[in-house]
């Protein structure tokens, strides 16, 4: 089986240096300095499994993508330029480890819709600029579909050892993690700070218990039932009053202290390497949801401005 990656910053590099230690093709579509550092080193991975070199797999770069696994490890606003950097492709399946719920619908709008599967990643890492992805989190890539086909991928990428899981309800697991994701956004965007330090502050999980509320109000009107799952029960975070909901939150932040310490969301990496936020498919999305719902979202709204801000002179210094 062969495994197209588009992109290779921490996720994409974690998944390919599994796979290729798994003995299985690779092929990354890179381009700038990272093509550069793959040609030189390969695939490197410290943390939770190390990988560098090549492994036992064949890795290729830049080829171009033919009947493949067709991975898109590139944040949703970069999509219309990986679309263009792949060029014309007939992938036996492709599914993204973007953030959100709306990639799943840009690859419909790209691919058969047969072909695109669901996909929630439930996995974290850190591109360092030496090229190397430490890998600090390994809870579960859920893949949508219970086929033949789709179980042999989920089976492969297991193996190899991201933990992955199929599927027959990925809708419910993409928006279980969109929705605690949300809210570790914005409180890492504000406070700037490893996860458990961020979620352990009382103001900042209350902050994020309200975002967990009023998104699950979204979800809710989309026909979604959420669930709890790892690191956020948004579930029950959502239907407990403010109090207990913050509470619930301040223990996750006490966790990532003492299970995860250094982990920091990639907003804050984006933030640190003076990179775009994913802001309009994420958050802005929720709130043109809540907007066309007629739901009153004032947390989900000043978050999406203050984010939105902090994205507007992140590019303006940019540049």
Partial sequence: MRFSIVGCGALGTILGAHLLGAGHEVNVRVRGMRLKQIETNGL????????????????????PVKEDILV???????FEQAFSDVGSS???????????????????NRYSESSVLGCMANFSGELGSDGVANFTRNVAVYIGGSSVHVRSIVETINSAGINTISSD???????????????????????????????????LAQIAATIIYESSLIALK????????????VATISSVSLADATRAVTKIGEDFIREAPGHRMSAVQDLAFGR???????????????????????????????????NHIQKSLKN
């Fill in 44 to 63: 490197c991975v410290n943390g939770l499994r190390q990988f560098s070199g090549l492994g036992c797999g064949s890795l290729t770069i830049n080829m």
């Fill in 72 to 78: 898109y490890a590139v944040k949703t606003y970069h």
């Fill in 90 to 108: 007939n992938p036996l399946a492709v599914f993204s480890l973007a953030n959100g719920v709306e990639k799943t619908r840009l690859l419909k």
């Fill in 169 to 203: 309800k990925i809708e419910t697991e993409e928006w279980s993690k969109f929705v605690g994701w949300v809210a570790l956004l914005v409180t890492s965007v504000i406070a700037r700070a490893d996860t458990g330090a961020t979620l352990a502050n009382p103001y």
């Fill in 222 to 233: 989309q026909g979604v039932t959420l669930i709890d799952r790892a690191p956020f029960p």
């Fill in 276 to 310: 775009e936020l994913e802001v309009e498919e994420t958050l802005g999305f929720l709130c043109k949801e809540a907007v066309s719902f007629g739901l009153d979202c004032p947390c989900l709204q000043m978050s999406y401005n203050i984010v939105s801000g902090v």
